[in-house]
Structure formats: C-alpha cells, structure tokens
C-alpha cells in the first residue's frame, strides 16, 4: 500500500526546528515529542537556493540507526516534487527520536546519496555516543508514542500538531516480540516515565509502559502474549498481578483472574490496584455489596490517588447513593492537567500539506473546505466543560451520571442535604452557635478533609491561587448578571433549568472569616448543619458548568420541539450540530447525541459526528453500518497522514471476531467507492490476520 503524503513545513532560517527543539529539551517531563524529521532541499532551477523544511512523524522503526536512515531515504527521492531535491549539507539532512528513559535525544543525520553518523544530545546540548542500550531504550519509547500521540477516530489528537505522520509500530508478530522483549527488560524502569494524569505516584502497575502494553494487547487482542510478559515479570513483582488479572479478564479467562486477584491480595492486602481491579471485576457482575468494600480498600490503602475515590463514587451511583457519592466526589484529589510533550516550533515561512490521490474522497474533501467560514453561536463556544482534561473530565462525567439518572432538581436536594449552603452558614454565624466540629472548622481551623488532606484554600492540586482568584471573579459575575444569552431569546421563558444557588466553600471561609453576617434565622431546618460538609471549589464550579450544560440543552430541545410543532426547519450550521452532539454526549443522552451528528453529516462530513454515529452503530451490533462509517474514518485518517488508529483497529478486529473476515472483506468490497479508498480499509483486516485474530482463519 502507498504511505501517505509527506507534510513540509518549511523554515523561516534553515535548522531553527533543531535548534527549538534542543532548547525544550530540559523541559521534557514524560514521553518526550514526536520524532522529527528535518530535511534540508535545494532548489533545481536555482541551484544555489536552500531551504529546510521538516515534519513530524510517530511509528517508524527507532531501533538502529541504519532503520531510521531508512525511513529518510523513504521520502528523498519524492516523484511528486520536481521542483527540488533533498541534499546532505551542511546543513544537515537528520532524524531525531527522544529516549525517555535516559533523557537523551538520538540523532542521525543522514549524508546523500550515502553515510550515517549517529549520536546522542543530552539536556545540557552535550553529545554522546548512542549505545545498543539506548537504542533499545529509543526503539520502546518510539511504540509508547506511536499509541499515546494515536488519534482515536474523531480527529482531535491530528488537528493538534500540523503535519505529524503516522504509522503502525508494530506490523508482524516479528516486530511484536522485539516490543515485548524490550518491554520485559525495562519493564521496572517504567515509572520514570510518568503516568496518565489521573495517577499522581507512578509505580510499576500505573505509568505509561503499562498503559501502552495494555492499549497494545486490547486493540490487536493479543492477550496470550500478554498474559505470558506478565506472568513472567509477576515472578519478580507481585505487583504485576493487577495488570496480569486486566489480561485474564480481558481474554475471558475470569476463573483463572479472580484465582489470581485472591492469591495476589493475600500477599499485598494494601495495594489498591488489586483493589481496583476486585472492584471493577465486582461490578460488571452486578455484585455491588463486594464492588463497595474493595472500593473501600482502595481508598483506605491510596486515599491521595484519584483513582479509588472516582471508583468508590462510581460503586455508590451505581447502589443509588447519592448523598455519598456527591460526598465521596467532593473527597477526590484534584491534579493539574498536564499536556503531553508537545513540540513548540518557530513560526514556519509556509506549510504544504499535499493529498496523495489515493486518499481522495469527494464527501471529505468538500467538508475540508466548506467547514471554513461556518457560524457559531457565542454560547455554543463558552461550553467550558468541552475543554475539561484529566482528573476534571472523569469527576464531570461522574456528576453528569447522577443528574441523567435523578434529574437536576433532585441533584439540587442533595446538594443541600450534604454541603453547607450560604444562607445556613451566613445564619449560624450570625446566631453565634460555635460549640459543634463543624463550626469550628468554618472558623478557618485548618482540619483534614475527608480524604486526609488539609484544607489549606488549593483545590488539591487542581488549581492554583490565581486559577481561583479568576474563578471567584466568574462566579461573582454569574451571581450579579443574568445568565448568559441563549441560543433563541425567544426560548427563555421555555428553560427551565434552575440556577443552584451558591454553596459554602473551604476556601471562601479560610479567606473571609469577618465577612458581614446576613440576616439571624434559628429555625429547625439549621438543626443539622454540624452534619454537613464544606464544599471543594473545583466541585462548585463543576456544579456552575453543569448548569449551563444543561441550559443550553434545554433551549436546544425545546426549540426542536417547537419547530416540529409548527412543521418548520430548525437550521443549525454542521460545526453547531457537532458541539451540540458532544453536549448531548457529556450529558449522557446518547440518542440525542446521535441525532445532532447525523444533522451534522447531512451537511458535511465530520470526524467527530461520523466516530459519535459510529458509536451508536457499535452498540446496536449494525455491523454494515459500522463498516461504512470506518471506512471514512480511515480515508480521512490516511488524507491527514495517519495510517494507524488503534481505536479503529480494534473496531474491525472486534467486528472481525462476530462476522469473520472473509464478510468483512466481502461488505468492504461491495461498498460503491474508489478501491484506492477500499485498499486502506482492506489494509487494516490485513493487520487482524497477520496477528491471527479470532475470525481470521478462514
């Protein structure tokens, strides 16, 4: 099959991308940049004129530097551009891929038509000499970014860098065992890598080796050779035992799973993956009693990891406790949302995105140009909870789970019952009863939370004082203006969505305890404020976003409803459908989600709307429609220069499973689209065959 196109962004000063990247070097916390790719061109018919141009790319064999000048000779001789050609220098012609286990970049610059050298730049700018070690180390890191800079079908992670080509790290089982044989050897090194931002402490279960075997064994459901790497390293670290359980589970081997969850807790009662996993496991079957009590565990064993306490809140809506899971969500620790290693690059004289003819689609590339020049409501854009990332967007999606199940007003009643709202606070100051616990801490006693840390006015990592400061300033603006403008003026008199009054938060008290009292009140409803709580401000704002999620909503529905009534068009641009699919989406309603997406196909395509219609499909098992959304998907993928999605590859590996690949082929095929089209589709079956997938035999 053709590879994709070559991006080029070309440079202002020949070598500046080298140059930046060298300087962000230091910065580098985890995975570290796509690797780069700088090739300097000069120009056929005026023979003096040079210009460096580069691109970025994730996938290619970082193993040796023979494989890496490989991949430049790839697209040196470039038949589509008769215009200039690629020379050695100086300046240089290189490639450059990060090692993040040693904080190394690993260069290969490449002289034409012949001769590597190779090297290594440590953070100081210093070279080394590139070792068989590091090289293996490279090769690993290469995989993890492969899958973790992957984009997941709706197109998010490819319009975030320009220009970044994408391939498949690992083609054949080959390939496979050189992974897995690395994996294995610096498997214990894994922590230095980072984590995901939902774990603060990496360890040897939770950093992004483990993430990134993990993603690798479920999209190509290689589980027996998973299985295999862990029971291998289970025997030097009981720890393992977690992920080796994920496995087991994961292939339909249970009994051998919950045999090996029982032996591993007997050895380390305390370690709240184990617990994790019990809890999971627990709650698929519907044992929520024995889910509750490992959840339990969890927390008591890793009570500063978010990770138990977003499962003990999930167990408790899950029973219908909703005064506890309000209370256990309010109890989780909050992390700072930290981006991926993402390339910071000068501003380049021009970028040349080419298409390859083989990727061309007229429904996608009239979407590419008509998407240009759409209007957007200005309260569709102030959506805030669209941007939430990390530990933020998994406490939102918790909260949006009890208010799609018990509705907004109820969530309003147990907001009341469990925290302390501002009038109850402003009452019992002003009434001076302060004998109680509670009280004592509204006073500005600093006093553990509910997770064992102080209430020291941060929001447990999640933002920092400035960050509140402007919060307070929003909040405060929402409590003196009305709220914000609607879709439809027309609509307000039709929302009905109550605004939630304002709750007593730790850092309000600790900031402002001489605030002037309002008016005395002591009636008994005050008689159970010492059983309250103080509210976390990063979970009051979250109730403040929720608000105008379900505001907009609201308006939305409505005016739908209407124009049905009256038998006319309710006219929304595609990109408005889309953000109205995602709200509906956040929201958990599905059908009304896919309602929006397909209002947004109807008038262009659309990554995101086609992966949300694709969704839906998956779920109703419509496995014809699932193919022709995935073949879009694909073609579009391969137009921005992504060959590989693992998110995709599972799909048809999963569909491959129930049908078999020979249907697969056969509903592929008959599809009434180019076959250059076809073959990238055709492409990823191939893929679920060379790994032998269930299915795949015949």
């Known amino acids: 099959m053709v590879a994709p196109a070559v991006p080029e962004i070309v440079e202002e000063e020949i070598e500046s991308a080298i140059e930046s990247r060298n300087d962000a070097l230091p910065t580098l916390r985890e995975l570290g940049p796509p690797d780069l790719v700088h090739l300097v061109k000069q120009s056929i018919k005026s023979g003096n004129k040079q210009s460096g141009v580069y691109h970025h790319v994730t996938g290619i064999d970082a193993s040796s530097s023979a494989s890496l000048a490989a991949y430049v000779n790839t697209i040196t001789y470039n038949p589509n551009d008769k215009s200039s050609k690629v020379i050695s220098g100086p300046p240089i012609t290189s490639v450059s891929c990060y090692n993040a286990f040693s904080r190394l970049d690993m260069r290969v610059d490449v002289k034409i038509p012949g001769g590597v050298e190779s090297y290594c730049i440590d953070e100081r700018g210093d070279k080394r000499v590139a070792s068989d070690t590091l090289w293996m180390e490279t090769f690993l890191c290469g995989v993890l970014r492969a899958y973790a800079y992957a984009d997941d079908g709706g197109g998010d992670s ?85 992920l080796l359980a994920r496995v087991m589970i994961s292939s339909d081997e ?62 408790y809506v899950a029973l219908e406790d909703w005064d506890l899971a309000l209370l256990t969500l309010n109890s989780c620790p909050m992390f700072t949302y930290q981006e991926k290693d993402l390339p910071r690059m000068p501003e380049p004289a021009r970028i040349l995105l080419p298409v390859l003819p083989e990727s061309m689609l007229d429904e996608i590339d009239e979407s590419t140009q008509a998407q240009y020049g759409e209007q957007v409501h200005a309260s569709l854009r102030k959506l805030h909870a669209a941007g939430y990332k990390g530990t933020f967007l998994k ?3 918790i909260l949006t789970e009890i208010t799609a199940k018990i509705g907004w007003d109820q969530l309003l009643r147990t907001r009341s019952q469990v925290f302390v709202m501002e009038e109850e606070y402003r009452s019992e100051k002003q009434t001076g009863r302060n004998t109680n616990a509670s009280t004592t801490a509204l006073r500005g006693t600093p006093s553990p939370g509910i997770n064992g840390t102080e209430r020291d006015g941060q929001i447990n990592g999640g933002l920092d004082e400035s960050d509140s400061q402007a919060d307070d300033e929003e909040t405060s603006g929402d409590k003196q203006s009305s709220p914000t403008s609607p879709l439809d003026s027309a609509t307000m008199a039709d929302s009905s969505i109550e605004k939630p009054v304002h ?106 709307a086609m992966k949300g219609v694709l969704k839906n499909y998956e779920i109703q098992r419509r496995s014809g429609e699932m193919l022709q959304a995935m073949i879009r998907l694909i073609a579009w993928q391969y137009r921005w220069y992504s060959e590989f999605s693992p998110a995709l590859l599972r ?48």
């Open 395 to 397: 406490a939102y999606s």
């Open 158 to 242: 490819i319009k975030k860098i320009i220009g970044v080509r994408r391939f498949d790290p690992i083609t054949s089982t080959e390939m496979e065992h050189r992974f897995l044989d690395a994996a294995e050897r610096l498997f214990f090194q894994g922590p230095q890598l980072g984590s995901e931002p939902e774990v603060q402490v990496p360890n040897n279960a939770s950093n992004h080796l483990t993430t990134g075997l993990i993603n690798y064994i479920n999209t190509t459901g290689r589980y027996t050779s998973g299985i295999n790497l862990f029971e291998k390293l289970r025997t030097r670290d009981p720890e393992v035992s977690s």
């Open 651 to 698: 799909i048809i590996r999963v569909l491959i499973e129930s049908e078999g690949a020979v249907k697969v082929r056969s509903i592929v095929q008959a599809t009434s689209l180019p076959q250059p089209v076809l073959d990238l589709t055709h492409r990823y079956v191939e893929l679920c065959v060379a790994f032998r997938s269930s299915g795949s035999e015949a």
């Open 503 to 608: 709750i007593v938060t730790s850092e309000a008290i600790n900031s402002s305890p001489d605030d002037s009292a309002g008016p005395s009140n002591t009636d008994e409803r005050y008689t159970q404020f010492h059983n309250k709580r103080l509210c976390e401000r990063w979970l009051d704002n979250l109730f403040m976003v929720l608000y105008e999620d379900l505001r907009i909503y609201t308006i939305w529905r409505t005016d739908m409803a209407r124009a049905q009534s009256e038998s006319s068009d309710y006219r929304k641009s595609a990109e408005e459908w889309e953000i109205l699919g995602e709200l509906a989406e956040r929201l958990h309603h599905f059908p009304e989600a896919v309602e929006a997406y397909q209002a947004c196909l109807r008038i262009r395509f659309s990554p995101k």
């Open 254 to 315: 249970e009994v051998q799973a919950v045999k090996l969850l029982h032996e591993a807790v007997a050895k380390l009662p305390m370690d709240y993956s184990l617990l994790d996993c019990q809890a999971t496991f627990c709650q698929s079957k519907g044992r929520l009693d024995w889910a509750l009590e490992c959840a339990k565990r969890g927390v008591t064993a890793a009570p500063s990891e978010f990770s138990t306490w977003a499962k003990l809140a999930e167990v």
